[in-house]
């Protein structure tokens, strides 16, 4: 009598694929090496999902919610600067959790877009961002997304040498008080001709010379 074949739920399958992403990696995650993992065949992974494209996406949702769950501390006094440490701290303790959701090409873009429709929700309705138009808002949250996704990549490859909880929170504070003073002083958008009249007001009355505009080629 052959031995009656071992069965994982759908939650100890999850568990697994997590700690393969975790240790290894997006690129390791396959129904082997969850397979490896459980200690048993391919069969039980395949069984409790039905495919491993509904796995893959069980588990960024799963990393989402851990994601959302760093974004939701308090780091700092201001609640915007807490989303941003959030992220940046996410890819310091979960390196390959950040890499799966940001650094992938994968089909699930879905599971991570209303990460951003959230952001953008909260600076609508929050007092601190309510004189900036949807435009000024927009590019504010841009800027202050790609420094901020930057930072984090840099954390998660090991190249900033002060990851504690302070260092990051001063570094994006930096960025955004630079980034929310252009917004309010009408320089953050470089081909406007309100940005060009006050950057030559402000650098002539620091007896700077104007820089010599640059061409960008086209792709």
């Known amino acids: ?14 568990m697994a694929s997590l700690e393969v992403v975790r240790k290894q990696g997006w690129d390791a995650l396959t129904a082997r090496s969850v397979a490896g993992r459980l200690g ?6 395949y069984s409790a999902f039905g495919s491993m494209e509904k796995l893959f996406r ?24 807490n989303i941003g440490a959030g992220i940046v701290l996410f890819a310091r303790d979960e390196p ?18 209303d990460v951003n429709t959230t952001i953008l929700s909260w600076m609508k ?22 420094f901020t996704m930057g930072l984090a990549a840099a954390v998660a490859a090991g190249r900033v040498d002060d990851v504690s909880n302070h260092n990051i929170v001063r570094l994006l504070k930096n960025m955004g008080n630079s980034l929310m003073f252009a917004e309010i002083s009408g320089v953050s958008d470089s081909e406007s001709p309100e940005s060009e009249r006050e950057w030559s007001r402000l650098l002539k009355e620091k007896n700077i010379s104007l820089p010599k505009p640059v ?5």
């Not at 048993?40 to 992974?45: D, F, G, K, L, Q």
Request: negative net charge; hydrophobic residues 40%.
């Open 96 to 113: 390959h959790f950040f890499q799966a959701l940001f650094q992938k090409r994968h089909e699930f873009q879905d599971v991570i877009e």
């Open 215 to 219: 061409k960008v080629k086209e792709s």
């Open 58 to 81: 069980e588990i960024l949702i799963r990393i989402r919610g851990l994601l959302q769950d760093y974004t939701s501390r308090s780091y700092s006094e201001l609640p915007f600067l």
């Open 40 to 45: 048993a065949s391919v069969a039980p992974v």
């Open 125 to 146: 309705s929050n007092a601190q961002f309510g004189h900036l138009d949807d435009t000024g808002r927009e590019r504010l949250y841009d800027s202050i997304g790609y």
């Open 1 to 14: 009598m052959s031995p009656k074949a071992v069965t994982f739920n759908t939650e100890a399958v999850l």
